[in-house]
């Protein structure tokens, strides 16, 4: 009964979200309030049937109802409790209801945050929040139902994959989909204002909160996967230019320009026709991602599905809601004001620049994700393009941003001072620059990339320490007028110096990982050591684990750097019977900021006894890699704790209204 209640308020929610779009569309045309309020009352039903829908599907899951065909394929009885919940959009069926109570999650957001917009903008929004909700709904009815029937059921299920078996797994997907499907609201922003004509400072003001939301959302989102990918698949690297990967990369790249273009468009009226762009690019990005992650054209550990058929219709799904918009656009954007001018070095010229080379980066990542598919589809031939090629082509693009970003805060807006920013950042510099030669000519000479982006990452973090510095003027007071005006700073002040300072932590992490990580691997019996970098490990003994749904073998090791003992890693290799499947289960030994890890391989026979691969990576500063992008999203949430940002709009409209 339970099933079939989740399958009647999805298609409930269906015909509510074609209510909405109808009725906002009314609301907007014959510019009647009443109708739009429905059009609002329609989008919080909406996500309210879609909430009891996806809580129905969990239920079954949890319950283990096997008569469910996404249950049975996706989980077993014998499943912890916490992996029973996350297999509820560990599946393409469960993910796509999750990506559906995201979109009307945020449409209802709308509807309840709009008061302050305008009678035709809100309308409009709420209208395309409800197209959208009906097209990915209707998508899921009729082509991905998690609430199909299996009759007779099954007596057990499948399980779900066991590398998916993880709690950074089980909370990755909602932070990654509350990123992506955020993008949905600025795209219907960029839409309602290109309908009504109208792109101005206002809009940006309210643009800004939804895209900083969706971006800090999807910050986190790709930490935890970046760090699942880490742990989890025991290859030793943190990121590795899966294609998958990038589909979540390539709309963060496209979110961070938008927040930094809108503030022109808030200051200073300018960028209006880009901002509008971005806004659209956004989501479109994201919708791209949702094809490639489901259409089966990649293939990735990652990928939730091999459908052709199903994958055509997401790519009509992205062809139709992105060729409208961007139409859409094409009709409008002569009409949009340019705005003001400015000089070649101000405020705006340095978010000009950084826009550039964001968009550059995107389209860097966005050739080397698509390239072989189309190389494939033209001539048979099958090719992957891998880290080299964005080694090459995206590393210096965002090594040039870094080199600009912190001289941006510190120029005024339409015309700079270059001689000023020089005086406030050149002990920064200097500071930056010797970093990088010691560590060139004093850690590990022929190591001039890494040493350059340890000494960029340094030149961020300064660069940071000195806007703020510079805002406080700390160097012209004592110590409690100092933090009187810390205490001052609005929160928006706050979140970009820690966005900014999160990102030099995190180049200065991958830069140490990638740049000093010392690898090593023996096939070792009982009682066989292993050297890596400055440790040595010893495997003590092998035992048996009987977990809840696995069966392991447990490597019992000793860590030890000289003649103390550090730590006692205990790796293993569990295979699981219900899918047949076997996987590694890193150990990693925290060293203050550094990583010792540790895979057990297979078990190999001999004639003597037995003995198991070890390998072990001694991975330099790598929690930075994740603490940098963690400081990022706090600093939007901060950002979005402001007021000012939060009411600005409301208050603006009603005051020229």
Partial sequence: MIVELGAFCLIL?????????????????????VMASAGEGAALAAFAAVAVAFGALMFSFVTSDFSVANVAANSHSEKPLLYRVAATWGSHEGSMLLWCLALTGFGAAVAVQGRGLPLGLKAMTVATQGGLGTIFLAYTVFASNPFMRLLPA????RSLNPLLQDPALAFHPPFLYAGYVGMSVVFSLAVGALVEGKVDAAWARWVRPWALAAWSMLTVGITLGAFWAYYELGWGGWWFWDPVENASFMPWLIATALLHSAIVTEK?????GWTVFLALAAFTFSMLGAFLVRS??????????????????????????????FALFAWRAPALTPGGVFAPISRESALVLNNILLAAATATVLLGTLFPLIRE??????????????????????????????????????????????????????????????????????KAFSAAGIGLGAWLILGALAELAERTQALKGDG????????????????????????????????????????AAEVLPVGGTLDVGAYHLVLDRIQGVEGPNYEAERGMLRAYRGETLICRPAPERRFYPAGGQTTSEVAICLQGLNHLYVVLGERRATATAPVWLVRAYWNPLAS??????????????????????????????????
Avoid at 154 to 157: H, I, L, R, S
Avoid at 268 to 272: F, I, K, N, P, S
Avoid at 298 to 316: C, E, I, N, Q, Y
Avoid at 377 to 383: D, N, P, Q, V
């Fill in 296 to 325: 089966g054209v990649l293939t990735s550990v990652h990928a939730f599905a091999v459908d052709p058929t199903r994958g055509v219709l997401l790519l009509m799904i992205l062809g139709v809601t992105a060729g409208l918009g």
């Fill in 13 to 33: 929610a269906l015909t509510l979200s074609a209510v909405q779009m109808g009725l906002s569309l009314a609301g907007r045309f014959l510019r009647s309030r």
């Fill in 268 to 272: 200073r009226g300018a960028l209006t």
């Fill in 154 to 157: 099954p007596v057990e299920g």
């Fill in 624 to 657: 930075l890699i994740f603490l940098g992008p963690l400081i990022m999203a706090i600093g939007g949430l901060i950002s979005l704790s402001d007021r000012r940002l939060r009411l600005g709009v409301g208050q603006k409209r009603k005051a020229g209204a």
């Fill in 377 to 446: 589809a033209m001539t048979g031939e099958a090719i992957s393009v891998g880290p080299p090629f964005f080694n090459l082509t995206f590393t210096p693009l965002m090594a040039a941003l870094a080199v600009i970003l912190p001289a941006g805060p510190l120029l005024a807006w339409k015309r700079g001072d270059a001689r000023g920013v020089y005086q406030r950042l050149w002990v920064a510099a200097l500071i930056a620059v010797a970093i990088g030669l010691l560590t060139y000519g004093l850690v590990q000479p022929r």
């Fill in 480 to 519: 409690s007028t100092t933090l009187r005006r810390l205490i001052g700073l609005p929160r928006g002040a706050w979140g970009m110096t820690l966005a900014h300072l999160g990102l030099g932590v995190f180049i200065l992490g991958a830069c140490f990982e990638t740049g000093w990580k010392v690898e």
